[in-house]
C-alpha cells in the first residue's frame, strides 16, 4: 500500500520561504514511470496544481508559479520536498502531496498539511 | 492553461436520488479527465479515472461519460457517505487543473 506523509512547518512569516516535505512509503520515488506531485487547497477553494518530479529527476512546475517554486527529492529517504519563496498569506493553504500516474490520474495523495502566512 | 467549469456550484438531493454533475472543458481534452470526491478536512479521493473508469475500490453506483469537452458524473442511487464536495481534473495538458467543485448536500 502507497503512502505518502507531509511535514514541515505550519506557520510561515511573509516574505519568507514555506518548506515542505513529503515522505514516501510503499513505493520508490526514483524509480518506474509515476511522477511525484504538490497541489494546494486554500481554504474553501479548488485544488491548485503546483508541480510535478519524475523518478527521472526531471520537474514541471505550474506556469504561475514557477519563479517562485523549487521540488527537490532524497532518494535515500524516499522523500521530495517543496520550496516556495516569497511567499504572502495568498499562499495560505493545505499543501498535499500526491503520486500522479502516467496518463495523469492522482491515485495516492497524503493527508495534507496547513501553512498559514501571517507574522 | 484548460479551465474546467463544473455545474451546478451546488446541489441538494436526498437518500436514493440519482444525480448528475457536469464538466465543462474550455477545449478539446479527449478523455483526459478525473473525477474527486472530497469531505472536510480530507484528501481528495479518485472515484473516476479516464472519463469512464471506476477507480478499484470505488462502488459502482458512481459513474462517469464524455469526450472532448463535456463530461457527465452520475451516482445512481445516494448514500449517506456520499454527501461531500466533487471535483473534476483534465490531464491533457500541463499545467494539470481542476474545476472549481460541485456541492453535493442533503435535502
Known amino acids: 500500500q502507497v503512502q505518502l506523509q507531509e511535514s514541515g512547518p505550519g506557520l510561515v512569516k511573509p516574505s519568507q520561504t514555506l518548506s515542505l516535505s513529503c515522505t514516501v512509503s510503499g513505493d520508490s520515488i526514483s524509480r518506474g514511470s509515476y511522477s511525484w506531485s504538490w497541489i494546494r487547497q486554500p481554504a474553501g477553494k479548488t485544488l491548485e496544481w503546483i508541480g510535478r518530479m519524475y523518478s527521472t529527476g526531471s520537474i514541471n512546475y505550474n506556469p504561475s508559479l514557477e519563479s517562485r517554486v523549487t521540488m527537490s527529492r532524497d532518494t535515500s529517504k524516499n522523500q521530495f520536498s517543496l520550496k516556495l519563496s516569497s511567499v504572502t498569506a495568498a499562499d495560505t493553504a493545505v499543501y498535499y502531496c500526491?503520486?500522479?500516474?502516467?496518463?495523469?490520474?492522482?491515485?495516492?495523495w497524503g493527508q495534507g498539511t496547513l501553512v498559514t502566512v501571517s507574522s | 492553461d484548460i479551465q474546467m467549469t463544473q455545474s451546478p456550484s451546488s446541489l441538494s438531493a436526498s437518500v436514493g436520488d440519482r444525480v448528475t454533475l457536469t464538466c465543462q472543458a474550455s477545449e478539446d481534452i479527449s478523455n483526459y479527465l478525473n473525477w474527486f470526491q472530497q469531505k472536510p478536512g480530507k484528501a481528495p479521493k479518485l472515484l473516476i479515472h479516464d472519463a469512464s473508469s471506476l477507480q478499484t475500490g470505488v462502488p459502482s453506483r458512481f459513474s462517469g461519460s464524455g469526450s472532448g469537452t463535456n463530461f457527465t458524473f452520475s451516482i445512481s442511487s445516494l448514500q449517506p457517505e456520499d454527501f461531500a464536495r466533487y471535483y473534476c481534473?483534465?490531464?491533457?495538458?500541463?499545467?494539470?487543473?481542476f474545476g472549481q467543485g460541485t456541492r453535493l448536500e442533503t435535502k
Open positions: 500526491a503520486r500522479l500516474g502516467g496518463t495523469g490520474v492522482f491515485d495516492y
Open positions: 481534473q483534465q490531464c491533457k495538458n500541463l499545467p494539470i487543473t
